[in-house]
T-cell receptor, first 112, second 116 residues
C-alpha cells in the first residue's frame, strides 16, 4: 500500500488567495483526519470524517477553512482567503477504526 | 488549554544509554495513549501505545509506562541508537466504543538527539 498521499507537498501563495490541499487515505480506512502543525501549538486536529461524514469540526479555526470528503478515497481542505498566519504544515491521517492513525507526509503551506 | 503536555522540548542522550521521554495529561477521560515518532519532512509514524487498563507495554527497545494516578506516561528507549534521533509526540484519546476511532490530542513534542 502506498500509504496516505497528500498533494501538493509544498505550497507558496499570496495572502488572499484560495488554497486547496488534497488527501488520499489508505484504502479501506473509514476515518480521515486533518491536522495542522505549528511551532506554537504543535499538532492540532482540525476536522475528522467517518465514512465520508464530518464528525467533529470543532478544531477548524474559522469560516475561511472548509473540508470535504466527496468519496472514500479523496478529501480536500480549502482555505479562502488565505492569511500569513495560516502558514503551517498540514497533515492528513487515516485510520481503519482504531486508535492508531497513519499520517501522510504533509503539505508545507507558506502564505506571503 | 494544553491537555497533553511534553515539558521537555529537547533531550540529548549518548548512544547505548537509555532515553526517557515524559508526557503529562490533564483530561481524566483519556483512556488510550500513543507515542509517535517524526523525522523531518515526513509525517508522524506510530511507535507504541498503551491502554489505561495497563501500566506497561513493551515492544523491543521501546517501553511505555503509564501512571494513571499521576496522569503521567513515559517512553523508554533502551539502548538508544542514532537512528532514534527524531521528534517524539505523545498523544491521547478518549475512546468511544470498540471498532471506532476517536480524535487524538497531541503534545507539542520532544526532540531527541542520540549522539555517538
Amino acid at each position: 500500500d502506498a500509504g496516505v498521499i497528500q498533494s501538493p507537498r509544498h505550497e507558496v501563495t499570496e495572502m488572499g488567495q484560495e488554497v486547496t490541499l488534497r488527501c488520499k487515505p489508505i484504502s479501506g480506512h473509514d476515518y480521515l483526519f486533518w491536522y495542522r502543525q505549528t511551532m506554537m501549538r504543535g499538532l492540532e486536529l482540525l476536522i475528522y470524517f467517518n465514512n465520508n461524514v464530518p464528525i467533529d469540526d470543532s478544531g477548524m479555526p474559522e469560516d475561511r477553512f472548509s473540508a470535504k470528503m466527496p468519496n472514500a478515497s479523496f478529501s480536500t481542505l480549502k482555505i479562502q482567503p488565505s492569511e500569513p498566519r495560516d502558514s503551517a504544515v498540514y497533515f492528513c491521517a487515516s485510520s481503519p477504526g482504531r486508535n492508531e492513525q497513519f499520517f501522510g507526509p504533509g503539505t508545507r503551506l507558506t502564505v506571503l | 488549554d494544553q491537555q497533553v503536555k511534553q515539558n521537555s522540548p529537547s533531550l540529548s542522550v549518548q548512544e547505548g544509554r537509555i532515553s526517557i521521554l515524559n508526557c503529562d495529561y490533564t483530561n481524566s477521560m483519556f483512556d488510550y495513549f500513543l507515542w509517535y515518532k517524526k523525522y523531518p519532512a515526513e509525517g508522524p509514524t506510530f511507535l507504541i501505545s498503551i491502554s489505561s487498563i495497563k501500566d506497561k507495554n513493551e515492544d523491543g527497545r521501546f517501553t511505555v509506562f503509564l501512571n494513571k494516578s499521576a496522569k503521567h506516561l513515559s517512553l523508554h528507549i533502551v539502548p538508544s541508537q542514532p537512528g532514534d534521533s527524531a521528534v517524539y509526540f505523545c498523544a491521547a484519546s478518549a475512546k468511544l466504543r470498540t471498532g471506532t476511532a476517536s480524535k487524538l490530542t497531541f503534545g507539542t513534542g520532544t526532540r531527541l538527539q542520540v549522539t555517538l
